[in-house]
């Protein structure tokens, strides 16, 4: 079945930086609109940023020019280039694939900064 696996998450300190990646496994991935969401305790889950399959880019207000999303449709991955993180950052951090009416999410990978 289809698969998405995050991974890159981990414990940082304020101001440092992570490159999670999502790598995805039977699927058509370039036909695929990919997004990275957080999801931190107590709050909803919310868009961090999407990347399309032409490769056009947005960002939620909370991390433009902090985080590059990009994606390499070769090796069917996706990454979030994560900068100046700050505490209010800190969640778990969700890979999301879209296309039509399919979408798919991975497992999440847990994104801590904190002194």
């Known amino acids: 079945q289809v698969q998405l696996v995050e991974s890159g998450g981990g414990e940082v300190q304020p101001g440092g930086s992570l490159r999670l990646s999502c790598v995805a496994s039977r699927l058509s991935f370039s036909n695929y609109r990919i997004s990275w969401y957080r999801q931190a305790p107590g709050k909803e889950r919310e868009l961090v940023a999407t990347?399309?399959?032409?490769?056009?880019?947005n960002y939620a207000d909370l991390v433009k020019g902090r985080f590059t999303i990009s994606r390499d449709n070769f090796k069917k991955t996706v990454y979030l280039q994560m900068g100046s993180l700050k505490p209010e950052d800190t969640a778990v951090y969700y890979c999301?694939?879209?296309?039509?009416?399919?979408?798919?999410w991975g497992q999440g990978t847990q994104v801590t900064v904190s002194s």
């Open positions: 999301n694939a879209e296309w039509l009416t399919l979408d798919y």
């Open positions: 990347i399309t399959t032409s490769g056009s880019t």
